[in-house]
């Protein structure tokens, strides 16, 4: 079976700093997608970032990023220049068969 | 444009009492459709997913069952409510998996 790890359960930040949050996977396929969600107090489950393992090149979306290590099996997400509103827990993401595997989670807190 | 529509937001029902919670995915056709749990400040727990009318798979035994009538509606059942059914429930949607999934804004249950 696949499986996510966040070893990580909570993170926090000064605003406008740097935050890495981490995540391991482990799969047999060659080809598939990984995702990083971010569910803010509102509890909405929002898609930050997606990342395609056959594409050597990270992701990016503004302030999002993620640094994929293929070989490592490895998937994390950095956010730059920390917002308060970037205050939320953020899962990572796995497709196995007709679903998707989530991380346990990390909750982030963006200080002032 | 496709859209996630699930209610009711917040629900309180006393114990033994019976519990429908539904989902409906709007501008797309036979989506694969998910119902998840989750407690505060934790992960997601995959109930029920479904990738077609009828077609119903349980991923945890509990108190609870789903249905999906139609294409694009996904309901979540219980005969009598636990008190350990309180949570936070999400209903989510998918096309292909490589594009993750689209997520209702959720259902806070409280049972009393």
């Known amino acids: 079976a696949q499986t996510v790890t966040q070893s990580q359960p909570e993170m926090s930040v000064q605003e406008a700093e740097t935050v890495t949050l981490s995540c391991t996977y482990d799969?047999?396929?060659?080809?598939?997608?990984l995702f990083w969600y971010k569910q803010p107090p509102s509890r909405q489950m929002i898609l930050v970032i997606r990342?395609?393992?056959?594409?050597?090149q990270n992701a990016t979306e503004n302030r999002f990023s993620v640094n994929f290590q293929k070989a490592a099996k490895s998937f994390s997400l950095k956010i730059s220049d920390s917002q308060l509103g970037d205050t939320a827990m953020y899962f990572c993401?796995?497709?196995?068969?007709?679903?998707?595997?989530f991380g346990a989670g990390t909750i982030l807190r963006v200080k002032s | 444009s496709q859209t996630i529509h699930q209610w009711p937001a917040t629900l309180v029902q006393p114990v033994g009492s019976p519990l429908s919670l539904e989902c409906t995915v709007e501008?797309?056709?036979?989506?694969?459709l998910y119902w998840y749990r989750q407690a505060a400040g934790r992960g997601l727990q995959l109930l029920f997913y479904?990738?077609?009318?009828?077609?119903i798979s349980s991923e945890v035994p509990q108190n609870l069952s789903a249905s999906r009538p139609q294409d694009r509606q996904f309901i979540l059942s219980s005969k009598k409510l636990l008190l350990s059914d309180s949570g936070f429930y999400l209903c989510?949607?998918?096309?292909?998996?490589?594009?993750?999934?689209?997520f209702g804004s959720g259902t806070r249950l409280t049972v009393v």
């Open positions: 989510a949607w998918s096309g292909v998996l490589n594009y993750g999934y689209t």
């Open positions: 799969t047999s396929e060659n080809n598939y997608y």
């Open positions: 990342q395609e393992a056959y594409k050597q």
């Open positions: 993401a796995f497709p196995y068969g007709n679903k998707l595997v």
């Open positions: 501008g797309t056709s036979n989506p694969n």
């Open positions: 479904s990738v077609g009318i009828g077609q």
